[in-house]
């Protein structure tokens, strides 16, 4: 839009044509809570879930919340199901993301129903209300929770072995580095920059050369919230969900970004580069994109089976897994800990992120402790 808000649209798959309810829907009841173009975009996928199931059951909810009847438990179950499994079909989400595109659908069937009371005779509109709050209290019950979905197969960080394989893979010049000679340099800086501080792909993608401080010693880098940037003209649009934070980046780092922005300058490379702030350029100098950044980590994946799930937001736990480590090694205190990791990862005061991140080496520790405690047991029989 002219003003540099980004506008998602869900559109009709029989007419392409974008789908006047769900518009209602997004001026009247989304877009007025001031949602990022992310949140947008995720609750209208919520919304698409609903609808494809309502369409491959051959469902007019107009009609259903007319008569009163909305959705029944197995339907609900069905719509449950489809919010819980990944779109191409292949394992499950994380309850929580379910539990979101639910919720999300629920409130459009609401919607709804103010939609429908309009046309609706006025001796229908008692029976329809206590309908909806029948089904409601129905629906609330199969609402997909945060142990549901992802579990065994949740996102963890590295081993030892595998980072250094991947410090070793991403280095320019190395044999076992994935990437087109011309295109090792840069993204030997993206995935070192997202190792060392965990950053989001929106945080990393959406950085500026002035966000880049290498003037300073030590050298920082500084994520910012650019909601609505004039800048960010990127279909998929680099967003950051965190608060905004300066990062410290030690030498090594800043050496790596500094060769890095040195060849980003060369126009004979990247032509257009110039015209555009974003430290991070495609080969034609275009900001480089989220989709861009992702095959970076599949063509790591391809080339090294032994970083099977590797993607960037495996590193941003494994930064966490670092971090955790060395606060065992320092026996640092924890409430300090804590409040500089919320800060460094950007996480508010009371968020419990520290906790969700740090699943691995809290599953690490558990380990030890309970094989050192089975082998006190053990040592005891043989007494």
């Not at 769900?22 to 698409?48: D, M, N, Q």
């Not at 709804?112 to 029976?127: D, F, G, I, S, W």
């Not at 699943?359 to 309970?370: C, E, G, Y």
């Amino acid at each position: 839009m002219p003003d540099g808000e980004v506008l998602y649209l869900l559109a009709d798959n029989k007419t392409g044509l974008p789908d006047a309810h769900v518009i209602r829907y997004t001026f009247a009841a989304i877009r007025p809570t001031g949602a990022s173009s992310s949140t947008l975009r995720s609750k209208l996928r919520g919304i698409r879930i609903g609808l494809i199931l309502l369409r491959d059951l051959n469902i007019e909810i107009e009609h259903r919340i007319s008569s009163g009847r909305f959705l029944g438990l197995e339907e609900l179950n069905r719509l449950r199901e489809r919010c819980l499994s990944r779109s191409k079909g292949n394992g499950r989400i994380s309850g929580q993301a379910a539990s979101h595109y639910y919720s999300t659908f629920l409130d459009y069937i609401a919607f709804r129903v103010e939609e429908v009371l309009q046309y609706a005779p006025k001796n229908t509109h008692k029976t329809i209300a206590e309908a909806l709050a029948a089904f409601e209290k129905r629906a609330q019950r199969l609402r997909p929770k945060g142990s549901d979905g992802v579990s065994l197969n949740e996102r963890l960080g590295l081993g030892s072995q595998e980072r250094e394989l991947l410090l070793r893979a991403i280095q320019p010049g190395d044999p076992g580095n994935p990437f087109q000679k011309a295109l090792q340099v840069r993204n030997h800086a993206i995935v070192l920059l997202s190792y060392a501080l965990g950053l989001r792909a929106g945080e990393e993608f959406s950085l500026k050369r002035k966000d880049y401080d290498n003037r300073s010693n030590p050298a920082t880098i500084t994520i910012h919230r650019r909601p609505d940037d004039r800048d960010e003209t990127r279909p998929d649009p680099a967003l950051v969900k965190t608060f905004g934070r300066t990062l410290a980046i030690d030498e090594d780092l800043r050496t790596v970004l500094d060769d890095w922005l040195d060849e980003r300058s060369d126009r004979g490379k990247y032509p257009n580069a110039r015209k555009n702030p974003y430290i991070f350029v495609s080969r034609s100098g275009a900001p480089l994109s989220l989709r861009r950044g992702r095959q970076i980590y599949e063509q790591l994946r391809a080339r090294h089976p032994e970083l099977a799930g590797l993607m960037q937001h495996v590193l941003r736990h494994d930064a966490n897994d670092r971090w955790t480590e060395d606060d065992e090694r320092t026996g640092v205190d924890p409430d300090i800990s804590r409040r500089e990791r919320t800060y460094a990862f950007g996480w508010s005061d009371n968020s419990d992120m520290p906790d969700v991140y740090g699943k691995a080496s809290i599953r690490r520790s558990t380990m030890k402790r309970l094989e050192r405690i089975q082998r006190e047991v053990v040592d005891k029989v043989d007494e």
